[in-house]
């Protein structure tokens, strides 16, 4: 059965809409200044560990995102494990607070497709992120600069520009998490531990479990030297089954132009190769394209899901 | 404003096994307001929300201005204003804000909106709260503030699912009187409630819901009609006489039914206060008082399914 009109329709005012409320919201508000606390607290570490150690460095300013000072850990790691929080806060009661309102049926009732609240819904949240984050990017550049001294360099600003696109496509998979679980949860509540136990599995617990399956799927033979090499890429086949994995290879691929690879590196393979050499930007993407997409094809999949269930759901709360 | 406004023929809504909506027709007129009563669970809700295609329907057609609701979902859903049971809006957002979002999402230019928005707050009198959260409205505001979305996107139907519930008398009147003005300005309303007198004051017309079929669709007098019973009512007080037998059998009189210590309902197809005023005397008693009234809706539509519950 054909229908008429766009299933566009409405998507930019719903979109709009729910950004304005994301802005405006107690829990973003929250949520942010913890964000902002640990960067700012990240990066002051990590420059003065910078002027401690390195004299001279051409990406300098990819360094304030990646080093660490003890005991706090890194801006990109603090991110990697703060954002998914951001965007379950953002989406947990995306679709079953609607209903929660009431506000659902009334909404359908206007002129436009279902399609265009949840792609509203998840663009709204996408947008509030993505500003949120070049806020934070332009923040810590404008921090190093008031305390290296120094301006970015070209190459630079295009890792971290394509560093904020990954991260972004990274939050995507959590948003798309979160409204897939508000779309088949009815209460606010449950949706949002769904989401947050799934966060906790996936960023604390996969890195113990990981090992232990590996083990499992190609064991160890003492007299076979290749069932090391097999175990390792059986773990880092299962691990890459994490987001957090897969975005904390392209972190370390893009904010580091010395990284090589994400796998194992035979001897062999580096003959010839000038350790500590940077890579051009365009291959280090190259490198992780395939994580890249691997986020962006969660992003889809879990979204698609909150789609079809979404559909099907009948109207009357 | 003529003509067929909404036309549904063997409509049917299955869930699984069980069925909501077992086939009903329904042809409704431009400008006239319909009231569809029955008790929870007889199919008021799932057909409205056929007619407004936000449900796939099992069998059966629906044609809304000639347009078919879940084709062009879009066209229909921008002629059909739907205000559902309990509207809920953005509590943190204002009542003019919450309006600016629909305007938006019907794709009302934003002067033109404004201009809108304003008239139909003022015609709902929500002028003076406007700017005020949502949450500090009472429901009857937030009926209202539903009504006056129906009117800021000019909408030719209206189909409200239970307006008036749990709303206090006052607000009550003051929404009817809001349909009423409605309707006279020629939007055709669909209304459900369970309130019957509030159906019997505004509506033209009703559906009688029942296990999923409507038993009888169609005006008062001929819903009284239908049931068998007269269509007059007489109250009647008197002592020292026992009416049930003297009236029983009289002329004109259908039924006698006590309805207390020296109380009776008389059931009669004309107005028969005479004749019964003379049998009284006649017979000895003394005649307190003697109260002609038409059936009202509640005591048809329970006397309805009673009679007819077995039925359908």
Known sequence: MKREGSPLTGVAAIALKEAADHMTSARMHLIMLLVLLTAIGAVYGAIGRIRETTAEDPFLFLKLLTVAREPLPSFTSFLGFLLPLVAIALGFDAINGEFARRTMSRLLAQPIY????????????????????????????????????????????????????????????????????????????????????????????????????????????????????????????????????????????????AARSVGPLFLTQLQGAVIGAPLATADSLLIVWPQISGLVAAMILLFTIAYVVFQRQEVRA | MNGTVIEATGLAKHYGKAVAVAGIDLRIDAGEVIGLLGPNGAGKTTTILMLLGLTEVTRGTVRILGRDPLRQPLEVKRTVGYLPDAVGFYEQMTGRENLAYTARLAGLPGERARERIDAALAKVRLSDVADRRVSTYSRGMRQRLGIAELLMRDCRVAILDEPTSGLDPQSTQELLDLIQELSREGMTVLLSSHMLDVVQSVCHRVALFNKGRIGFFGTLDELAARIGGGAYLIDVEAENIDLGQVAAGAEGVKSVSGTGEGRWQVEAETDIRPRLARLIVEAGGSLRNLDLRRMRLDEAYNRYFREFSHEA
């Open chain 1, 114 to 257: 279902r399609d265009a609240i949840l792609f509203g819904k998840f663009l709204g949240g996408l947008l509030v992120i993505g500003i949120a984050l070049l806020t934070l990017w332009l923040l810590m550049t404008g921090l190093g600069i008031l305390f290296l001294g120094l301006p970015p360099s070209g190459g630079d600003v295009a890792r971290g520009i394509a560093y904020l696109a990954a991260t972004l496509a990274y939050a995507g998979v959590w948003l798309a998490l979160a409204i897939a679980f508000s779309s088949f949860i009815r209460s606010p509540a449950t949706s949002a531990l769904a989401a947050l136990s799934v966060w906790l599995v996936m960023t604390v617990f996969w890195g113990m479990i990981v090992p232990f399956v590996a083990s499992v799927i190609a064991p160890l033979d003492p007299l076979d030297p290749m069932s090391v090499l097999a175990q390792f890429e059986a773990q880092q086949a299962v691990a890459r089954l994490s987001p957090q994995t897969l975005y904390s290879e392209i972190t370390a691929m893009l904010l580091d132009p």
